[in-house]
């Protein structure tokens, strides 16, 4: 099966994004640099959004496929990196070994050859309708957005409107439209995410707490006051990002 | 089990330096598989899960089939050749009570076709039009199969009507 170079038009293609997930494939394959399976996840979740806006339903099942495959070793690597006791690093580490083989079999799967192939073969985008496709969800964010408690909203609405943001960000960055401050919304999300999913971890690590060793990253106490601040940090990115959202949609 | 083996729509023919794997369908091959999937709706056909070949005729023609898909799809390069060990081992990792639809290509439908209802790859009872569909039901090995229904993609368009 071969494919060719398409020579530039209008559309919108998606070569590069495609490109720098066939790079971090090896990468996150050897294990040495995290940033490899980070990079994968990354190009994965452009490229779905690319999908959506041309209107695909197929390949999307795959990407995710494959996004989950790494999802469990991205997760532990973000912890790690963050610094924590030696008994939450022990834990983790032990999950990692057992995550590593999951995501090595995902990347080499067929499937995985299949979607590289199917991705390669695909047109570029007509502009105009994923433009329209922005716009539907630029309102719908927006919805979101105002709906949203992020002082004391649970944690699954800040995470619903995470991915909100994710998608417009990615989208306009396809359709080379200002996305700087939504950026900064996604990652202050994230970076709440990323706590949340500490705070549960050091609940699940019992022995910190009852050895009286505190985690490097904090107790849980103290990762709740983070969180706390951390909602604000992420209410005044949104509050920030609103007239870019609006621009251009 | 039940398989709708469909040969991807009409494509258009290569622009000059584009790979065959790059051929997009032609708006009527569009338009008249559009009219079979009516068809096949109007049968009640709908599907747990589609697996389509990655050539972009066959990626094209299986998301026409999204309407009638209650769940996913995938991709497999095993539909972009003759049909051996690993499609066979790929739909017997399927769950027995799924409807599933295969989306690929000539011959290979066809020796598909002819394997899971005879045990043997000899096609040439099995002509698939490009639009066609084969609804099959029994198990995904050798001979495991029998055939329910072989619509040309002209007698779909003419049951969606």
New interface residues.
């Given amino acids: 099966m071969e494919t060719t170079l398409r020579a530039p038009s209008g559309g919108i293609a998606l070569d590069r994004w495609l490109d720098h997930l066939e790079e971090h494939l090896p990468i996150a394959r050897q294990g040495d640099d995290p940033e490899g399976v980070h990079q994968v996840r990354a190009a994965a979740a452009r490229l779905d959004v690319w999908l959506r806006l041309g209107g695909y339903c197929v390949l999307r099942p795959d990407l995710r496929w494959l996004r989950k495959g790494a999802g469990a070793v991205r997760d532990i690597d973000v912890l790690l990196a963050r610094g924590v006791s030696p008994e939450l690093e022990a834990m983790l580490r032990e999950r990692l070994a057992g995550a590593r083989p999951a995501m090595l079999a995902c990347f080499s799967h067929p499937r995985t050859a299949g979607l590289l192939f199917a991705l390669r073969c695909l047109p570029p985008l007509d502009r105009e309708p994923a433009r329209r496709a922005l716009r539907g969800w630029t309102r719908r964010a927006q919805r979101r957005g105002r709906r949203v408690d992020f002082r004391a909203g649970a944690l699954e609405e800040l995470h619903g409107l995470r991915r909100h943001v994710r998608r417009l960000r990615f989208a306009r960055e396809w359709l080379e439209l200002p996305a700087r401050k939504i950026k900064r919304a996604h990652d202050e999300l994230g970076a709440l995410n990323d706590l949340a999913v500490l705070l549960e971890l050091s609940r699940a690590c019992s022995s910190p707490i009852t050895n009286g060793d505190a985690l490097a990253i904090g107790a849980p106490a103290e990762l709740v006051e983070r969180s706390a601040l951390q909602r604000v940090e992420a209410l005044r990115a949104w509050s920030r990002c609103q007239r870019e959202i609006s621009a251009g949609a | 089990m039940e398989l709708l083996l469909v040969r991807h729509a009409i494509a258009e023919p290569a622009a000059a ?6 051929r ?1 369908l032609s708006a009527r091959g569009r338009e008249r598989f559009e009219a079979c999937v009516r068809g096949l709706s109007a049968l009640e056909l709908d599907l747990d899960r ?1 697996l ?5 005729r066959a ?1 094209q023609t ?2 026409l089939l ?1 309407d009638l ?1 209650r769940g ?7 539909l ?1 050749a003759p049909p051996g060990s ?1 499609l066979l081992a790929l739909l017997q990792s399927l769950d027995e009570d799924e409807r599933v639809a295969l989306v690929g290509h000539e011959p290979w439908m066809s020796a598909t076709c002819a394997l899971l209802l005879t045990g043997s790859r000899a096609c040439e009872s099995f002509p698939f039009k490009k639009g066609g569909v084969a609804w099959l039901e029994g198990r995904p090995t050798p001979g495991g199969a029998r055939l329910r229904g072989f619509f040309p993609p002209g007698a779909l368009a003419q049951i969606g009507v």
Avoid: I, K, M, N
Wanted: proline share 11%; glycine share 4%.
């Fill in positions: 330096g584009q790979a065959d794997a790059e997009p589609v389509h070949s990655p050539l972009l990626v299986a998301d999204a898909l996913e799809s995938v991709v497999t390069p095993t972009a690993q």
